[in-house]
């Protein structure tokens, strides 16, 4: 009788350790990238690259002039979109911000840009906290893009180049095929893809706060992660708050848990994002100190004095 008790223990002992490992395995390995998105194969999707997108925008679309007219966001939906498809929605943009993470980047950052145009200009400095625009004479490197190309002027050296072709704006459903969703896991290796559009800012850092796309599907892909916390008027834009944890993955990759975002209700322009690490300190900011959204003064490269790198050598590119 006792060898029977005995048994009995040893399987119940046995059924408990197999029980505990199954919820270790569920707790412990559950997959770091966003859940919910639509499964597909990659292979069957009419999917372009961004310079695809763009070649073939430029032979079968004509260009779109005006930005679209639109009610504020107010759902998560609403905003997730517009931050994805932010330049769609406005069609000049000046802006000075603050941008510094934990591997050292402080910088201070201005931006003028026409996206119906193709030009811009873009200023970086060291940075320079607060401030609502940049004085040139400070700015480490100096970008402009005359609406066919886009050229880097580097003041230290006193050289410049001529980086790469503008991008010119197309709307969200000219870029993106209909059934082709943003974000989705591919059947063929349960990793998730995300659909990038091709930037016309024509700028290096526009993507931390005017055209925020990577921003969005980094810290907002899973809605179980994030909600709307808030409703804050900032620099006069009417602004959603947006709270949330980061995924594992992105955690690792970035050194962001849990941030804080304030977004433009109407265009989906990032104005504020402030990213802690687990310690509760600051890993990763984003501040705008200054913004115009389609002003009364259209903006062009002719308002800049060129003649200042007249004595500049071209790099070969």
């Given at each position: 009788?006792?060898?029977?008790?005995?048994?009995v223990?040893?399987?119940?002992?046995?059924?408990?350790?197999?029980a505990?490992?199954?919820?270790?395995?569920?707790?412990?390995?559950?997959?770091?990238?966003p859940?919910?998105?639509?499964?597909?194969?990659?292979?069957e999707?009419?999917?372009?690259?961004?310079?695809?997108q763009?070649?073939?925008a430029?032979?079968?679309?004509?260009l779109?002039?005006?930005?679209?007219?639109?009610s504020?966001?107010?759902?998560?939906?609403?905003?997730?979109?517009?931050?994805?498809?932010?330049?769609?929605?406005?069609d000049?943009?000046e802006v000075?911000?603050?941008?510094t993470?934990?591997?050292?980047?402080a910088?201070?950052?201005?931006?003028?840009?026409?996206?119906?145009?193709?030009?811009?200009?873009?200023?970086?400095?060291?940075?320079?906290?607060?401030?609502?625009?940049?004085?040139?004479?400070?700015?480490?490197?100096?970008?402009?893009?005359?609406?066919?190309?886009?050229?880097?002027?580097?003041n230290?050296?006193?050289?410049?180049?001529?980086?790469?072709?503008?991008?010119?704006?197309?709307?969200?459903?000219?870029?993106?095929?209909?059934?082709?969703p943003?974000?989705?896991?591919?059947?063929?290796?349960?990793?998730?893809?995300?659909v990038?559009?091709?930037?016309?800012?024509?700028?290096?850092?526009?993507?931390?706060?005017?055209?925020?796309?990577?921003?969005?599907?980094?810290?907002?892909?899973?809605?179980e992660?994030?909600?709307?916390?808030?409703?804050?008027?900032?620099?006069?834009?009417?602004?959603l708050?947006?709270?949330?944890?980061?995924?594992?993955?992105?955690?690792?990759?970035?050194?962001?848990?849990?941030?804080?975002?304030?977004?433009?209700?109407?265009?989906?322009?990032?104005?504020?994002?402030?990213?802690?690490?687990?310690?509760?300190n600051?890993?990763?900011?984003m501040?705008?100190?200054?913004i115009?959204?389609?002003?009364?003064?259209?903006?062009?490269?002719?308002?800049?004095?060129?003649?200042?790198y007249?004595?500049?050598?071209?790099?070969?590119?």
């Amino acid at each position: 009788m006792k060898r029977n008790h005995r048994f009995v223990a040893i399987i119940l002992a046995v059924l408990c350790v197999l029980a505990g490992s199954v919820y270790a395995y569920a707790r412990y390995n559950t997959p770091e990238y966003p859940m919910g998105l639509p499964v597909l194969d990659p292979n069957e999707v009419n999917y372009l690259v961004p310079s695809q997108q763009a070649d073939k925008a430029e032979k079968n679309v004509s260009l779109v002039s005006a930005a679209k007219s639109v009610s504020p966001a107010e759902t998560k939906d609403e905003i997730y979109d517009r931050m994805l498809n932010s330049v769609d929605y406005y069609d000049v943009a000046e802006v000075c911000f603050d941008l510094t993470d934990l591997d050292g980047l402080a910088i201070t950052c201005q931006i003028e840009t026409d996206l119906r145009s193709g030009q811009a200009y873009e200023a970086v400095a060291p940075l320079i906290e607060g401030y609502e625009t940049i004085n040139s004479d400070y700015s480490d490197i100096e970008s402009y893009a005359d609406g066919t190309w886009v050229t880097d002027y580097f003041n230290k050296e006193r050289t410049y180049s001529v980086s790469r072709p503008v991008t010119v704006r197309r709307m969200s459903e000219d870029e993106i095929a209909a059934d082709q969703p943003r974000a989705f896991i591919g059947a063929n290796d349960n990793m998730p893809n995300y659909v990038y559009r091709a930037d016309p800012t024509n700028t290096i850092y526009g993507s931390n706060c005017l055209f925020p796309q990577g921003i969005t599907f980094g810290y907002l892909a899973d809605f179980e992660l994030w909600d709307i916390t808030g409703h804050e008027s900032y620099l006069d834009r009417d602004c959603l708050v947006l709270s949330g944890q980061t995924t594992g993955s992105y955690d690792k990759k970035t050194g962001v848990s849990s941030f804080t975002m304030y977004v433009d209700s109407q265009t989906g322009i990032l104005l504020k994002l402030s990213g802690l690490n687990e310690s509760g300190n600051v890993a990763r900011s984003m501040t705008v100190n200054s913004i115009s959204i389609d002003g009364p003064t259209a903006y062009s490269t002719s308002r800049h004095d060129m003649s200042k790198y007249a004595d500049y050598t071209k790099l070969d590119s």
